[in-house]
């Protein structure tokens, strides 16, 4: 009867765990990359043994050279920003920005005290009217918005105006890469209307929805629907643009196959247009998302629309000591939620086309 090392069966057992540690490890990388956060992978990897000199190497280079990196910048913003002296003041210093992002943050919770204070006399108020026989008032809190809800305005209006523009850029960039025809009469439009500036649109977009859009009880604000249909047409032409393209490249073969098959337009553009474009349309996504983004925030100042880029307005106007620091607050949070979205789309595409990712 043969009998087992027990060494043996222990290293063996123990090296499977490993195996399967590091699969995880490989696994959870190509998430890790989609978020942004490559630089825990080789942290995991060292943790787990792998070569720890060169999961170091690798650490320096993904996760200690950005901060030090961002430590440079701080400093020299820090040295050089009092140097500079403007109406407002001298430029704020890093100190002074996350100061007022302190106080931003702070005033939000007190307004949010505020209007929960508010909501609750509203309720007592209309508890006596319902025993009294009467009917309850509806009143809204007056109270001026957040810091943190003007965040959310500008992130509502550009996904409503981006969904708009995908509606309409993936069809015509699916006709557009089909046929010759419709690529002929879209191609125009599209050099034409493509390099328009939002603050070209914008009186024209504010005069028709103005005019169109006359109800005061609908579902939207006019000023809403202002913001997202500039949104709209300055973000569609990425999408359509790349989807066009990607529909034009797909494999002859695949095309040949399809006739073959005697396949209908509708399958065709369901089993074998888009699952082959799909790269393509999502770069075309996050393009559009990206520059929606950026217009959004010029169509609010301009416009005087609710959120950031009123917000950053407002502070302009303002002209006290803490605007200069409250503005450059709002540039941080734009930079950072157009990253954001950009990683969201990037984990969106990798979800339906994870096979080009391993």
Known sequence: MTTVDPDFAASAARE??????FTRINTA??????????????ILRAAAGDNPQAQVKEIWRLLAIPLLAIAAFLLLWGTLA???????GAVPGPAQVWEQ??????????????????????????ERLIAQGKEPKERAFTGAPTYYQQIWTSIKTVFFGFLIATAVAVPLGIAAGLSKTANAA???????????SPLAWLPIVTMI????????????AKSFLISAITVTLCSLWPTLINTALGVASIDKDLVNV??????????????????????????GLRLSLGVGWMVLIAAEMLAQNPGLGKFVWDEFQNGSSQSL?????????IGIIGFLLDRLMYAIQSMFTFSNNR
Do not use: C
Request: hydrophobic fraction near 50%; charged fraction near 20%.
């Open 16 to 21: 499977a765990r490993r195996e399967r540690l």
């Open 29 to 42: 990388d190509k998430w890790f990359n989609v978020l942004g956060l490559s630089w825990v992978t080789p």
């Open 82 to 88: 009092p140097k500079v002296q403007t109406s407002l």
């Open 101 to 126: 992002a302190v106080f931003l943050h702070e005033d939000a919770r007190a307004k949010g005290a505020q209007k929960a204070d508010f909501d609750a006399k509203v309720a007592q108020l209309n």
């Open 186 to 196: 879209l191609n125009p439009l599209i050099q034409i209307f493509k390099p328009v």
């Open 209 to 220: 929805v103005s005019a169109v859009y006359v109800t005061q009880d609908g579902w939207f």
């Open 258 to 283: 399809s006739k073959v098959l005697k396949m209908n337009t509708w399958t065709k553009i369901t089993k074998l247009v888009l699952p082959s474009a799909l790269p393509l349309i999502f770069t």
């Open 325 to 333: 620091a409250k503005i450059m607050v709002a540039v941080f949070t």
